[in-house]
């Protein structure tokens, strides 16, 4: 029997070999079909698999790497800390532990000076500032103030939950150090390195009184002026920090090393709040996590559930969590935002 099977195979393959010859053009065509059957079956299958990580981080682009946002709705702030502890009460700590918090200076308040304007003055910040208002003895035209947005982020926290987990370490901005974004960087011809000033309101306008917020009252002038460097120049999206549809001109700080930088070279502030009691008048760097202009939170289990790409089973896991921060923040102060679900 086996022998027969040699046989027989051995005459197969002789015929077949005749066949190619006789008709090598139908043959090229029948492999080249063959081949390309086997690929297209090949990418749809490899398409269909990684279609979901395909939309999220195309969605991800557009709004930022977050799942749900609040903001107060008749008040300045959030108390972050307050809310963590109101959730785990609540049995949400898993909730709780995929949130973080930000501070926003509008840009109805937070201004900057380009580079040009520093290095006319040698970056001597001395009499710019005359009772609480900017007076520029010469280089006016170098000197015009530009509207921005200045978020103070909490790097460590945002890195733990995966808010901008792409975000590169070494570009995490140090004390006197901000982040520039791209456009920005472009329009005014800003480079890694470069010094400028920001001049914004601790107050941060009428509605938002940080100021006496931290227990400082009677603050004659609320503004502050401060140098601070390049330290990175990133785009619109800030590796999933931000959506490039609402990120326009805006610099980022540490929030860990955010107010101390202040109020270091801004006497009139410090003054005022040793004089009120705040002996360590240098120690601010978790204020702004206690006063939250945004707070930010992440699905459990976020990548498996957008991998299923049921829409409803999403919606369904997104509006739950949202009504749980509702329910334990409350519903008339609370403002929600899902980006990612529209």
């Given at each position: 029997?086996l022998?027969?099977s040699?046989?027989s195979l051995?005459?197969?393959?002789k015929?077949?070999?005749?066949e190619i010859?006789r ?6 065509i029948g492999?080249?079909a ?11 299958s ?8 395909v939309i999220?981080?195309?969605t991800?682009?557009?709004e930022?790497?977050?799942?749900i946002?609040?903001?107060?709705r008749?008040?300045p702030y959030?108390?972050y800390?307050?809310i963590v502890?109101?959730?785990n009460?609540?049995?949400l700590?898993?909730i709780?532990r995929l949130s973080?918090?930000?501070?926003l200076f ?9 580079t040009?304007c520093?290095?006319k ?7 710019i500032v005359d009772?609480c208002e ?11 103030s ?6 103070i982020?909490?790097?460590?926290q945002?890195?733990?939950i995966?808010f901008g987990?792409?975000?590169p ?6 004390k006197g150090?901000?982040v520039?974004n791209?456009k920005?960087a472009?329009?005014?011809e ?7 000033w920001l ?10 009184n ?7 009252h ?5 503004k502050a002026?401060?140098a601070?460097?390049?330290a ?5 999206t800030?590796?999933g920090k931000?959506?490039?549809?609402a990120?326009?001109f ?10 101390p930088?202040v109020l ?5 502030l410090n003054y ?6 705040d002996?360590d008048n ?5 204020e702004?996590?206690?006063l939250?202009?945004n707070?930010?939170?992440?699905l ?6 957008y991998l ?5 089973y ?8 949202s009504?749980q ?7 008339p102060?609370?403002s929600i935002t899902t980006?990612l679900?529209?």
């Amino acid at each position: 029997a086996l022998s027969t099977s040699k046989m027989s195979l051995r005459l197969d393959l002789k015929f077949s070999e005749k066949e190619i010859r006789r008709r090598a053009f139908n043959f090229a065509i029948g492999v080249i079909a063959c081949c390309i059957t086997i690929f297209v079956a090949a990418t749809v299958s490899t398409v269909i698999d990684i279609a979901p990580i395909v939309i999220l981080k195309q969605t991800e682009s557009n709004e930022g790497q977050y799942d749900i946002q609040i903001t107060p709705r008749n008040a300045p702030y959030f108390n972050y800390s307050a809310i963590v502890d109101t959730l785990n009460e609540r049995n949400l700590g898993s909730i709780a532990r995929l949130s973080t918090p930000r501070y926003l200076f509008n840009d109805t308040q937070s201004l900057f000076f380009t580079t040009t304007c520093v290095q006319k003055y040698g970056g001597n910040l001395t009499h710019i500032v005359d009772k609480c208002e900017l007076r520029f003895a010469q280089h006016h035209h170098e000197c015009k103030s530009h509207l921005s947005s200045l978020w103070i982020i909490d790097f460590e926290q945002e890195k733990k939950i995966g808010f901008g987990a792409r975000f590169p370490t070494n570009l995490i901005p140090h004390k006197g150090e901000v982040v520039v974004n791209w456009k920005l960087a472009v329009s005014f011809e800003i480079e890694v390195g470069d010094a400028m000033w920001l001049y914004l309101d601790l107050n941060n306008g009428a509605q938002q009184n940080l100021l006496s917020s931290l227990g400082v009252h009677g603050v004659t002038c609320s503004k502050a002026l401060f140098a601070v460097s390049v330290a990175a120049i990133v785009d619109e999206t800030a590796f999933g920090k931000f959506g490039s549809e609402a990120n326009q001109f805006t610099f980022i700080m540490s929030s860990a090393n955010f107010l101390p930088h202040v109020l270091e070279h801004n006497t009139h502030l410090n003054y005022t709040m040793v004089a009120q009691g705040d002996g360590d008048n240098h120690d601010h760097a978790d204020e702004l996590r206690e006063l939250s202009t945004n707070i930010f939170f992440m699905l459990p289990d976020r990548l498996p559930t957008y991998l299923t790409l049921n829409y409803h089973y999403i919606l369904q896991q997104t509006n739950y969590l949202s009504s749980q921060i509702a329910f334990a923040v409350g519903f008339p102060w609370t403002s929600i935002t899902t980006p990612l679900i529209l």
